[in-house]
T-cell receptor, first 113, second 112 residues
Framework: DTGVSQNPRHKITKRGQNVTFRCDPI?????LYWYRQTLGQGPEFLTYFQNEAQLEKSRLLSDRFSAERPKGSFSTLEIQRTEQGDSAMYLC???????????FGQGTRLTVV | AQSVSQHNHHVILSEAASLELGCNYS??????LFWYVQYPGQHLQLLLK??????LVKGIKGFEAEFIKSKFSFNLRKPSVQWSDTAEYFCAVKGNTGKLIFGQGTTLQVKP
């Protein structure tokens, strides 16, 4: 499968624990986006990378959230000291440029108990 | 501020019925508009997109959408729905950085 890959697919964690998600974009896609989707809502933008540079962060991305894209390939999204309100589906998307179609992964569903 | 509003949250239709899902956007720049579909258990997939040119765009699986600039709308249509169209549908506008601003989604249930 050469699409966008996200791991893990599901994560259950206790409140206060740290979690890390991984996204492998489509090869040669320069842009990588992270979104969050809660039940009954559309995806909300969190942050994006152009190669290894993080160019924009949403106000939704509190200081407990950090994202990286070392070497401009895969990306990780870490949430520290998780809260119940962090429970959501975290989606990754990639595109070749800002003017081309974004392809989405299947997401990582986070449940904080 | 950029925003997208979808009028219908939950639509139930019988097979062969016609579909129209409303979408209105608020964005001051060059408008790129999208409809994405999410089938149960699957990832978001692009149905169709509008960048420029003919305001009536055709997508996959018989879907089409019309961009009406004066109404800030991009409604999705299909003349005859099938049971397999049961899914969640999202309208989105692209900002100049490439990020997508999504509406809250419409759940379509097609009864066989």
């Amino acid at each position: 499968d050469t699409g966008v890959s996200q791991n893990p697919r599901h994560k259950i964690t206790k409140r206060g624990q740290n979690v890390t998600f991984r996204c492998d974009p489509i090869s040669e896609h320069n842009r990588l986006y992270w979104y969050r989707q809660t039940l009954g809502q559309g995806p909300e933008f969190l942050t994006y990378f152009q190669n290894e540079a993080q160019l924009e962060k949403s106000r939704l991305l509190s200081d407990r959230f950090s994202a990286e894209r070392p070497k401009g390939s895969f990306s990780t999204l870490e949430i520290q000291r998780t809260e119940q309100g962090d429970s959501a589906m975290y989606l990754c998307a990639s595109s070749f440029s800002s003017n081309t179609e974004a392809f989405f992964g299947q997401g990582t569903r986070l449940t904080v108990v | 501020a950029q925003s997208v509003s979808q009028h219908n949250h939950h639509v139930i239709l019988s097979e062969a019925a016609s579909l129209e899902l409303g979408c209105n956007y608020s964005y001051g720049g060059t408008v790129n508009l999208f409809w994405y579909v999410q089938y149960p258990g699957q990832h978001l997939q692009l149905l169709l997109k509008y960048f420029s040119g003919d305001p009536l765009v055709k997508g996959i699986k018989g879907f089409e959408a019309e961009f009406i600039k004066s109404k800030f709308s991009f409604n999705l249509r299909k003349p005859s729905v099938q049971w397999s169209d049961t899914a969640e549908y999202f309208c989105a506008v692209k900002g100049n950085t490439g990020k997508l601003i999504f509406g809250q989604g419409t759940t379509l249930q097609v009864k066989p």
